[in-house]
C-alpha cells in the first residue's frame, strides 16, 4: 500500500528540518530538480504548457489503474525542483484524494512564496490545473 | 575616476564624487529593511526607484492637513489642495521646459500618456494606410497601443531594427521614413537594455516627412536632463515613481495645437465646461484630459520628488550613476559565463545579462535568499529578446542610493549562484 498524501507531505517536511540555512535548502531544491526525470518530448506540448511570466511549465496527465499520473517540467531548475514534489506529493493517487487534498508542505516548509507568485512561475497555476485534472476525471469515473 | 581601483576601507565611497551617499541613504528609509536576514541591496530601480522621507511625508501631511478635492471647492482645504496640484504641474513644466503650463496632462503613469495619444490624436489623425514607426526596442507599452490603434484604423506598424550592441540603426529608420510616415513612437532609454537612443535626430528626421513623434520618457526622465522645447518632440510622456516619486501618476507633455485638437479621452467630471443631455462642451487644456478626481495626494508629491533630486544636483546624480554604471560592468565582466546584452556606447545604469547554465528566474530567487533585488524576465520587453534569441535576462539598474559596496555584494552573490547551479 502506497503512501497517503499527507504521508508524503509530511516525509517531506521532515527532509527540510535537516536544513538550517537557505543555501542547503535551496541546494536540496535544485538536486531534486536536476534528478526528477525530464518530460518526453512529445509531451511538451502547446496544450500542456503552463506560462509563468518567467518560467515555463509543462503538465501532463493520464490515469493508469484509477489512479491518476502527473509527469511534469520547467526550464527552470528551482521551479523544476518545486514540481518534482508538487508531483512526488499528488502523483500516483485517486482522483478523489487529488481532488480533496490539502496541500500544507510548501508553507511548511517555507516555501509557499514560490506558490504565491502565481505571474512569475506558473507554479500556483500548475497546482490548480492538477486539481482540476482530479476534479475531472472524478466526474469521468462517476 | 582612479578612485576605484585602489582597495577601499569599508563603507566609503569608492568613487569619487561630491554627493554624501551615506547621507542619501538615509533619506530612504526602506534601504534600511532586512530581507531574509540581510540587508536590502535594492537594484530594480527601472521598475520603480525607492522613495525619500520628503516624499512620504508630503502624501502623509496631504492626508493628514489639507485633503479635499481640488478646483471646485470654496472652503479652505480645497484651496490649498488646489495651489499644491497646480504649483506641482508649474514645477513639472519647469522640469521639462515646456512652454505652458496648459501642456503639462497628468495621467496614472507613462503606459497611460501613450494610451491617451494613441485613442485620440491616432484615432482622430491616423487613417488607413498610415505608417506608425517603433523601434525593436519598445515595451509592451509602446507596442500594443500602436497595434489596437492599426487594427481600427488600417495603420501599419513598422519597426526600426537595432544591432547586436542594441543600439538603433538610424540609416535603416531613414529609408523607413516616406510622406506615408504619419506618427514615429519611440523610447528614449531601453528599459532592458539601458541604451540611451538619438531622440533629438529621430525628431528632426521624423519631422522632415511631417510625421508627429511621441517620446516614451519613462527610463530617461530620472537620469537625463529633458528640455522639450530642445527635443521638439511632439509628445513626452513618463511616470513620476521610477524618479523617486509616487507611483500612480505621470505625465503626458503634449503640444498645445496639437492637445486642443485632439478629441478627449475619457468623459466625466472636470473635463467638461457644460453639460446637458443633449451634448457637452469640454474643458480646457489641461483639465480636458484629466477626467474624474485626480491621484491628488501624488501629484502634489511629486514636486517633492523632483525637489529632491534638484537639491543633491541632476549632473551630480547623472556623473555618479555613470560611475555606478562603469564599474558595475568592470566587476560583472569579470565573472566567467557572464554575458551583458546591451553594450551600447550611450547608456543609463542599467546592466542586463545572462548566467551561462542559470535560467533567469533561478539567478533571481538565489539572490533574493542573498537579499539582494534585481528583476527578471523579458521586462516588457518580448520582441526584443526575441531579437537576441533569448528568454530573458537578469538586469540590475541603479540609482544615487546605490553603492559600490552593494555593487560587491552583487558579484559574491552571482559567485554563490553559479557554484549552487553549477
Same mark, same amino acid.
Given at each position: 500500500m502506497s503512501n497517503t498524501i499527507n504521508e508524503i507531505q509530511d516525509e517531506l517536511i521532515e527532509d527540510f528540518e535537516l536544513f538550517d540555512d537557505w543555501e542547503s535548502k535551496y541546494e536540496y531544491i535544485i538536486?531534486?530538480?536536476?534528478?526528477?526525470?525530464?518530460?518526453?518530448?512529445?509531451?511538451?506540448?502547446?496544450?500542456?504548457?503552463?506560462?509563468?511570466?518567467?518560467?515555463?511549465?509543462?503538465?501532463?496527465?493520464?490515469?493508469?489503474?484509477?489512479?491518476?499520473?502527473?509527469?511534469?517540467?520547467?526550464?527552470?531548475?528551482?521551479?523544476?525542483?518545486?514540481v518534482s514534489m508538487l508531483v512526488k506529493v499528488l502523483s500516483g493517487h485517486t482522483p478523489e484524494e487529488i481532488a480533496k487534498s490539502d496541500l500544507y508542505f510548501m508553507e511548511r516548509i517555507g516555501l509557499h512564496q514560490h506558490l504565491a507568485q502565481t505571474r512569475s512561475n506558473g507554479l500556483a497555476s500548475m497546482l490548480k490545473q492538477m486539481k482540476a485534472y482530479a476534479i475531472a476525471y472524478q466526474a469521468v469515473n462517476n | 575616476m582612479v578612485g576605484y581601483f585602489f582597495i577601499k576601507p569599508r563603507n566609503m565611497p569608492t568613487i569619487q564624487t561630491d554627493l554624501n551617499i551615506e547621507a542619501i541613504r538615509n533619506d530612504f528609509p526602506i534601504l534600511n529593511e532586512v530581507v531574509n536576514g540581510k540587508q536590502l541591496v535594492y537594484f530594480d530601480n527601472a521598475a520603480t526607484t525607492q522613495k525619500p522621507r520628503a516624499?512620504?511625508?508630503?502624501?502623509?501631511?496631504?492626508?493628514?492637513h489639507y485633503n479635499a478635492n481640488i478646483h471646485r471647492g470654496?472652503?479652505? *482645504?480645497?484651496? &490649498?489642495?488646489?495651489?499644491?496640484?497646480?504649483?506641482?504641474?508649474?514645477?513639472?513644466?519647469?522640469?521639462?521646459?515646456?512652454p505652458q503650463h496648459e501642456e503639462v496632462i497628468f495621467t496614472y503613469g507613462t503606459t497611460d500618456g501613450i494610451n491617451l495619444v494613441a485613442q485620440t490624436y491616432g484615432r482622430a489623425f491616423l487613417k488607413e494606410g498610415d505608417e506608425i514607426l517603433i523601434t525593436t526596442?519598445?515595451?509592451?507599452?509602446?507596442?500594443?497601443?500602436?497595434?489596437?490603434?492599426?487594427?481600427?484604423?488600417?495603420?501599419?506598424?513598422?519597426?526600426?531594427?537595432i544591432n547586436d550592441a542594441g543600439e538603433l540603426l538610424m540609416d535603416e529608420y531613414e529609408k523607413m521614413l516616406s510622406e506615408r510616415t504619419k506618427f514615429v513612437s519611440v523610447v528614449h532609454v531601453s528599459n532592458s537594455l539601458g541604451t540611451i537612443n538619438p531622440v533629438a535626430e529621430i525628431i528632426e528626421k521624423a519631422h522632415q516627412v511631417g510625421a508627429k513623434v511621441l517620446i516614451d520618457g519613462a527610463q530617461a526622465t530620472s537620469h537625463l536632463h529633458i528640455d522639450v522645447q530642445a527635443l521638439d518632440c511632439d509628445f513626452f510622456t513618463f511616470s513620476l515613481h521610477k524618479m523617486y516619486g509616487p507611483t500612480g501618476m505621470g505625465v503626458l507633455y503634449g503640444k498645445?495645437? *496639437?492637445?486642443?485638437?485632439?478629441?478627449?479621452?475619457?468623459?466625466?467630471?472636470?473635463?467638461?465646461?457644460?453639460?446637458?443631455?443633449?451634448?457637452?462642451?469640454?474643458?480646457?487644456?489641461?483639465?480636458k484630459f484629466e477626467a474624474g478626481t485626480p491621484n491628488i495626494a501624488d501629484v502634489v508629491a511629486a514636486k517633492y520628488a523632483l525637489d529632491y533630486v534638484a537639491s543633491l544636483g541632476k549632473d551630480a546624480i547623472g556623473t555618479y550613476e555613470h560611475d555606478l554604471l562603469t564599474y558595475a560592468t568592470d566587476a560583472l565582466q569579470s565573472i566567467d559565463g557572464l554575458r551583458i546584452i546591451g553594450t551600447a556606447k550611450e547608456k543609463i545604469s542599467v546592466i542586463s545579462f545572462i548566467l551561462d547554465g542559470a535560467h533567469h528566474q533561478d539567478t533571481g530567487v538565489l539572490l533574493d535568499q542573498q537579499g539582494i533585488a534585481i528583476r527578471t524576465g523579458h521586462h516588457c520587453t518580448q520582441p526584443l529578446m526575441r531579437r537576441f534569441g533569448i528568454?530573458?535576462?537578469?538586469?540590475?539598474?541603479?540609482?544615487?542610493?546605490?553603492?559600490?559596496?552593494?555593487?560587491?555584494? *552583487?558579484?559574491?552573490?552571482?559567485? &554563490?549562484?553559479? &557554484?549552487? *547551479?553549477?
Open positions: 538536486d531534486l530538480g536536476k534528478q526528477f526525470p525530464p518530460l518526453e518530448e512529445q509531451y511538451k506540448t502547446e496544450e500542456n504548457i503552463i506560462k509563468g511570466c518567467q518560467s515555463k511549465v509543462w503538465l501532463h496527465a493520464f490515469m493508469d489503474d484509477n489512479k491518476l499520473l502527473f509527469e511534469a517540467d520547467s526550464d527552470a531548475i528551482i521551479v523544476r525542483g518545486l | 516624499v512620504l511625508d508630503a502624501i502623509s501631511g496631504y492626508y493628514e470654496i472652503h479652505h *482645504l480645497a484651496e &490649498k489642495a488646489t495651489s499644491a496640484f497646480e504649483a506641482s504641474r508649474r514645477r513639472i513644466q519647469e522640469y521639462i521646459n515646456a526596442m519598445e515595451h509592451h507599452s509602446n507596442i500594443v497601443p500602436w497595434q489596437m490603434l492599426c487594427e481600427e484604423k488600417g495603420c501599419v506598424l513598422r519597426v526600426i531594427p498645445r495645437e *496639437l492637445l486642443e485638437a485632439m478629441p478627449p479621452f475619457r468623459g466625466g467630471g472636470e473635463m467638461i465646461k457644460e453639460v446637458t443631455f443633449e451634448r457637452s462642451t469640454y474643458n480646457d487644456l489641461p483639465y528568454p530573458g535576462t537578469s538586469r540590475a539598474s541603479f540609482a544615487v542610493y546605490n553603492t559600490t559596496e552593494e555593487i560587491d555584494r *552583487l558579484v559574491q552573490g552571482l559567485h &554563490k549562484v553559479k &557554484k549552487m *547551479l553549477g
